[in-house]
């Protein structure tokens, strides 16, 4: 069964007057699937040429943005939607909330069905720190 991984961090939060540590359980990934990884398993898994795979992700990407250049939200059925997004600093004056108030550009994913169900279903489990001791001699057993 598929799990979302996770560990235990020791963490100080900045807004804490009293500076005391939390800890605060953060999800560990354990890999990356490369471009050239997913477009293998796409082949693999719809019978078609690395030639075709490719021409039809770079379709996909290059609709994408193009429809997100123009404002557009774009659906992409059951596993979600992308839509442009903006931060922008807050302003006490309407006349200040202009485009230099915003900082950061991004693009937006809301899940869909699919990934919603995913992590419905999905389990959690904590990843264990590996048992490393580097000061014991295990050639002569002296430390």
Do not use: W
Not at 24 to 47: E, I, N, S, W, Y
Not at 78 to 86: A, D, H, L
């Amino acid at each position: 069964m598929m799990s979302i991984k996770y560990k235990v961090v020791k963490q100080t939060f900045g807004f804490d007057k009293t500076k005391k540590p939390h800890y605060v359980v953060k999800p560990v990934t354990t890999g990356v699937l490369t471009f050239d990884r997913v477009r293998a398993q796409v082949m693999q898994v719809c019978g078609a040429h690395r030639g075709t795979v490719n021409q039809v992700i770079d379709g996909l990407i290059d609709v994408m943005i193009n429809n997100l250049e123009m404002g557009h939200s774009v659906q992409l059925g059951e596993f979600g939607t992308i839509r442009p997004g903006i931060r922008a600093k807050a302003k006490t004056r309407e006349a200040d909330a202009t485009a230099e108030s915003v900082y950061r550009r991004k693009v937006n994913f809301v899940p869909g069905k699919l990934l919603k169900n995913f992590l419905q279903d999905v389990s959690i489990s904590k990843i264990e720190p590996l048992k490393t001791d580097y000061t014991e001699d295990v050639t002569s057993g002296e430390l």
